[in-house]
């Protein structure tokens, strides 16, 4: 339903923007600030294992709202859930992702409206802001997470045979694991913000250049 939603009011600022009311990069700004909302509600991370014989399935997510590890077993016909123990340290960082980005969500509509007024150097300034928020936000979650996995499966992406407790039983299974659906849509958010960051500094270029080129 939320999906469904910003899909909808996307489209109403696609209509804005082909009637010029709004601008292409204000749309761009627009796209960021969903893609980061919808981040939210999105696995980060995930790590999925397999195995035919005997059956089982394991599955380990993180989450940012609210920052948490969960596991899903599924096993011997049962299936559990469990919120697995995680360093204090990163916890703390976890909850601190969700003000984070809804500060760069702020920080990028403020960008719009400025733009739209005749302080349009400060939504200029803003949008800078908010392309640099995004970038940290991105890397300190890759490190955070390259740190949970380094001491345990090795690294943050790849895929392999890792042996798992069930019960008194230990189990073989074929795994993959990496960066999830809400890590990449705030990557894409940085480039669609970046881009509508590159139009704002060649526009401004041009107006410079026009300024101060000689009048026929």
């Known amino acids: 339903l939320l999906s469904l939603f910003f899909s909808l009011l996307f489209g ?16 761009l700004k627009t796209l960021a600030i969903l893609l980061i909302i919808l981040s939210l509600f999105q696995p980060w991370w995930m790590l999925i294992s397999s195995s035919k014989i005997p059956p089982a399935e394991r599955t380990t997510t993180i989450y940012v709202n609210p920052g948490v590890m969960i596991k899903t077993i599924k096993y011997d016909g049962d299936t ?25 969500c702020l920080i990028l509509v403020s960008s719009i409206l400025l733009k739209r007024t005749k302080k349009k150097q400060f939504g200029f300034l803003l949008s800078i802001i908010g392309v640099v928020l995004l970038c940290i936000l991105l890397s300190s979650f890759y490190f955070v997470t390259a740190k949970i996995t ?57 107006q410079k250049k026009k300024l101060l080129s000689p009048q026929n």
Request: hydrophobic share 60%; aromatic share 14%.
């Open 12 to 27: 109403f600022f696609v209509v804005l923007t082909l009637l010029k009311k709004f601008s292409f990069q204000s749309l």
């Open 80 to 104: 559990t859930f469990e919120i697995a123990e995680i360093p204090d340290q990163v916890l703390m960082f976890l909850g601190a992702i969700v003000p984070l980005a809804i500060l760069t």
């Open 150 to 206: 380094e001491a345990s499966i090795g690294a943050v992406q790849g895929e392999g045979a890792l042996t798992f407790s069930f019960g008194s039983e230990e189990i073989i299974m074929q795994s993959s694991w990496g960066l999830s659906t809400g890590f990449y849509f705030i990557f894409v958010a940085v480039i669609i913000a970046a881009i509508a960051l590159g139009i704002d500094i060649r526009t401004k270029v041009m």
